[in-house]
T-cell receptor, first 116, second 118 residues
Framework: GAVVSQHPSWVICKSGTSVKIECRSL??????MFWYRQFPKQSLMLMAT?????????EQGVEKDKFLINHASLTLSTLTVTSAHPEDSSFYIC????????????FGNGTRLTVT | AQTVTQSQPEMSVQEAETVTLSCTYD???????LFWYKQPPSRQMILVIR??????QNATENRFSVNFQKAAKSFSLKISDSQLGDAAMYFC???????????????FGKGTKLSVKP
């Protein structure tokens, strides 16, 4: 089956630093990738949608300057949390799809970010 | 905008018994997809079952089946012969069949935590 690799699986960083999370589709071309955030014991909330070669579309309330998303190729999207603060600590999950209305979504394993 | 509601924050079932998890949704669209995802403690999202709205027949996957009531906008998950490995968070999700931008996105309910008692 289709595999989406997300790296790193966990990261601890100091407040004020930036962290990059990678999401790779290993055996298919992902025209669209979605980035979600999940707080403890809560559901997944969509942060942004990235389409290969174009700017990401951010959901209302998500700071685009803080959460930089790049989808430079059909197999890689990155989420960079800039100037991280403790309130950015969360679980981030990406999902990818080859595209099309009936295409399935494949999830990465998620990244647990802790900002100290 | 579409919404997904799971009214049961927690459920418990005895091993080998049957449990039903509830989900309702709201949409003005006629064509869409509905999903149940399982999220174990590892937090990996695992697709359990999928239903196309245009299909009247309820989807089944081994011990998992759904009761899809389109008019009532209800999509419940039945787990038969529950196993210890079924213990997890279960999320109901909606996806528009129209594609473009975030329309391909999944909209999740708040989840139901299922415990399985030995």
């Amino acid at each position: 089956g289709a595999v989406v690799s997300q790296h790193p699986s966990w990261v601890i960083c100091k407040s004020g630093t930036s962290v990059k999370i990678e999401c790779r589709s290993l055996d298919f071309q992902a025209t669209t990738m979605f980035w979600y955030r999940q707080f403890p014991k809560q559901s997944l909330m969509l942060m942004a949608t990235s389409n290969e070669g174009s700017k990401a579309t951010y959901e209302q309330g998500v700071e685009k300057d803080k959460f930089l998303i790049n989808h430079a190729s059909l197999t890689l999207s990155t989420l960079t949390v800039t100037s991280a603060h403790p309130e950015d600590s969360s679980f981030y999950i990406c999902s990818a799809t080859p595209g099309g209305a009936n295409s399935p979504l494949h999830f990465g394993n998620g990244t647990r970010l802790t900002v100290t | 905008a579409q919404t997904v509601t799971q009214s049961q924050p927690e459920m418990s079932v005895q091993e080998a018994e049957t449990v039903t998890l509830s989900c309702t949704y709201d949409t003005s669209e006629s064509d869409y997809y509905l999903f149940w995802y399982k999220q174990p403690p590892s937090r990996q999202m695992i697709l359990v079952i999928r239903q196309e709205a245009y299909k009247q027949q309820n989807a089944t996957e081994n011990r998992f089946s759904v009761n899809f009531q389109k008019a009532a906008k209800s999509f419940s998950l039945k787990i038969s012969d529950s196993q210890l490995g079924d213990a997890a968070m279960y999320f109901c999700a909606y996806r528009s069949a129209g594609y473009g931008g975030s329309q391909g996105n999944l909209i999740f309910g708040k989840g139901t935590k299922l415990s399985v008692k030995p």
